[in-house]
């Protein structure tokens, strides 16, 4: 086998010419023929031997029928036109005039944006089942996607928009849609309920119904009778979304358990079930975890001030409400917690994880403690394997507690140090900590036990706090305030806040001047021994790809320079 590289003819482009360069490196490449290719199947590329091994080796592909020529030519033709940029433009044209089009019909397109895959929302099973069929005899080939791919209530007609299309065939879909829809019920299903009228083939133009199909929130949802096998609960928020989105890029069917009115572009490109749901809402639970083998619980309030009724609703009595409905589902094989490392109480010597819960008085501290006790105590009276995990302080994209708000009171010129800032901040970058949650979610060594994690660079606040303001652009903080003169105004901030009743947040808070203040370099020794956690990226890097994000358009939406 040749040791380098392979030549690269002369004719081929300077870009073409650094992919296959970088191709060359990769032993193995795997992809899909469906979804953008619009094909079917997938492929393995490799060199000529690994091919051949494959070939006589792998059950799935022995045991398995080949595409059809058909697809097969389909799949290199869609290849051989991927430089055809007024193809992707056509396609996002209309479907936008589509959307704005159903839209203006007051046809209900539920969050869809940016996709070429539109939904309209009909409601109950039966009645999309019966509006699909009408339309077929119109001659509009449109399937009808419901539960548990849905809500029961949210079943819905889903179509897919092509550059073949014109402007008066959408046209002329949107008035069937409305005719359909406003027809007697009766006459509408004649054609009995799953039944297609005779000598009709339904044939979906974006793959068989087996395979996951693009959702109008960015990402797709999987289609009747596939499931997910993963919840994330809290999955729009910091961690939440950053596990998503790497459980899906792992082969997972993600299920995201989100509130109604949370942000849901934080899933475009991913493969997601959505389901609306609250922590005090067992009958929403109830639909999210049905069917499901591992249940994340990432949901709970983050904050160092606000109403104790609100810490304790979310963290504690919704921690618990959770655990209950994954056990009811009788499908659940793993239930992982997200807790903190604040639940040590912010002591002067970091401690391992055989540290009691410290109540120390301040509301996330003690509502985070109680709630992974409720968590720990149910999943243990109801026989749920469970795993519980205690990040320290954790950055990247979207991190509102280490992110968001010191780069804009950097901005502002408002951000200080406490104690000089020399201490370790105990960080981990997100990526690595999401990656630490699935290994320990996997491991059979980690259920019923607790684990820290973190980086194990002992970086201080200071040294994060200037690479900040160095990438930001804008000057390091100037004031220092000592530690027990930072604790004194806090104290005094949170009394004098709670006394005139402010519903905002004081300028300086306790649980901000323990963070700050307080050694975060807690151990992570077992879960190195348990489940080989590692960090893979480091504090540089880690810096760099949350510079790059706040230099992004979204990043710019959070934080206004």
């Known amino acids: 086998m040749p040791r380098g590289p392979p030549a690269i003819p002369p004719s081929i482009s300077p870009c073409t010419e650094k992919h296959l360069r970088f191709s060359a490196r990769i ?19 490799g060199q000529g031997p690994l091919v051949q091994y494959l070939k006589f080796t792998a059950p799935l592909h022995i045991f398995s029928t080949g595409i059809s020529p058909a697809n097969a030519a389909a799949a290199l033709e869609a290849i051989r036109v991927q430089d055809e940029p007024h193809r992707v433009a056509r396609v996002r044209a209309l479907s936008e005039y589509f959307r704005d089009s159903a839209r203006a019909r007051g046809l209900d397109v539920g969050v869809s944006r940016a996709s070429a895959v539109v939904p309209i929302i009909v409601g109950e099973w039966e009645k999309a089942i019966a509006v699909s069929n009408w339309l077929l005899r119109e001659g509009v080939n449109v399937m009808p996607i419901g539960y548990p791919a849905v809500a029961r209530e949210e079943c819905r007609l889903r179509f897919f928009i092509n550059a073949d299309h014109t402007e008066d065939d959408l046209d002329r879909s949107l008035d069937l849609v409305e005719k359909a829809m406003a027809e007697n019920a009766e006459s509408m299903e004649h054609t009995p309920a799953g039944a297609s009228p005779a000598g009709a083939n339904r044939v979906s133009h974006a793959g068989s119904q087996s395979d996951p199909q693009p959702d109008p929130v960015g990402g797709p949802q999987f289609c009747a009778g596939a499931g997910a096998d993963v919840l994330v609960a809290g999955a729009s928020g ?14 997972h069917r993600v299920r995201a358990l989100v509130r109604e009115g949370s942000d849901r572009t934080v899933f475009e490109g991913v493969d997601v079930e959505i389901v609306t749901g609250e922590l005090g809402d067992p009958e929403s639970l109830d639909r999210a975890v049905a069917g499901v083998r591992h249940v994340y619980n990432c949901a709970g309030m983050s904050a160092d001030w606000g109403p104790w009724e609100d810490f304790q609703r979310i963290n504690i009595d919704g921690s618990r409400n959770l655990v209950e409905a994954a056990h009811r589902a009788g499908t659940v ?44 105590e149910t999943a243990r009276r109801l026989g749920l394997p469970c795993t519980v995990v205690r990040p320290v302080s954790v950055y990247g994209p979207r991190s509102k507690d280490f992110v968001i708000e010191i780069a804009t009171q950097l901005l502002k010129g408002q951000m200080v140090y406490i104690g000089g800032g020399n201490v370790p901040a105990g960080l981990i970058y997100v990526d690595d900590l999401v990656d630490g949650m699935i290994a320990a979610c996997r491991s059979e060594a980690a259920v019923g036990k607790v684990y820290n994690l973190r980086d194990p660079d002992l970086t201080t606040w200071r040294e994060y706090i200037d690479a900040l303001a ?92």
Not at 533 to 550: D, I, N
């Open 470 to 561: 160095e990438g930001l652009g804008v000057k390091k903080p100037a004031v220092n305030l000592p530690s027990p003169v930072a604790r004194g105004v806090a104290t005094v901030s949170e009394r004098l806040y709670g006394v005139l009743g402010v519903k905002g947040r004081p300028l300086l808070t306790r649980h901000a001047v323990s963070l700050f203040d307080r050694d975060q370099s807690y151990p992570v020794n077992r879960a190195s021994d348990d489940f080989a956690f590692k960090s893979e990226v480091g504090f540089r890097e880690g810096v760099a790809r949350t510079l790059a994000w706040l230099d992004s358009p979204e990043g710019r939406r959070y934080v206004i320079r």
């Open 333 to 376: 094989e793993r239930f992982l917690h997200v807790s903190t490392t604040d639940v040590y109480g912010y002591p002067v010597t970091p401690c391992d994880e055989s540290a009691g819960f410290n109540d120390i008085g301040l509301p996330y501290n003690r509502s985070k403690g109680l709630g992974e006790q409720a968590v720990r």
């Open 27 to 45: 032993r193995m490449w795997m992809g899909t023929l469906s979804k953008a290719i619009g094909s079917l199947g997938g492929y393995i590329a």
């Open 238 to 251: 910091f961690i939440g979304s950053h596990l998503v989105r790497r459980l899906a890029e792992g082969g």
